[in-house]
């Protein structure tokens, strides 16, 4: 079955950054669209980042455009969130998510496969 390992996560100062990783297995990982969502305590899931089977298409949530970066290597399997500048706010549970279909991107009941996340905790 799919399975979705995120790493990277960890305890960073305000400013600093981090780079995510999410390790596929279990499925074709270039026929899978693949996005970033967070969650925060007492908060819904909200989306991150998105990006196309072969990297043509990416989307950003406004809150984190211009200080994040989705990548992916499909040699590799794997997803990547860099992230840059990072505040307070950006203190979450951050999930990896995969989908074959991929026609709504930006939310997550596009998606149809989760890895288990991984915490970031941003210091102000």
């Known amino acids: 079955q799919v399975q979705l390992v995120e790493s990277g996560g960890g305890l960073v100062q305000a400013g600093g950054s981090l780079r995510l990783s999410c390790a596929a297995s279990g499925l074709t990982f270039s026929m899978y669209g693949m996005g970033w969502f967070r969650q925060a305590p007492g908060k819904e899931r909200e989306f991150v980042a998105g990006i196309t089977r072969n990297g043509g298409n990416i989307y950003y949530a406004d809150s984190v455009k211009g200080r994040f970066t989705i990548s992916r290597d499909n040699a590799k399997n794997t997803v990547y969130l860099q992230m840059n500048t990072l505040k307070p706010e950006d203190t979450a549970v951050y999930y990896c998510?995969?989908?074959?279909?991929?026609?709504?991107?930006?939310?997550?009941?596009?998606?149809?496969?989760w890895g288990q996340g991984t915490q970031v905790t941003v210091s102000s």
């Open positions: 998510a995969a989908d074959r279909i991929f026609m709504a991107p930006t939310t997550a009941a596009g998606y149809g496969n």
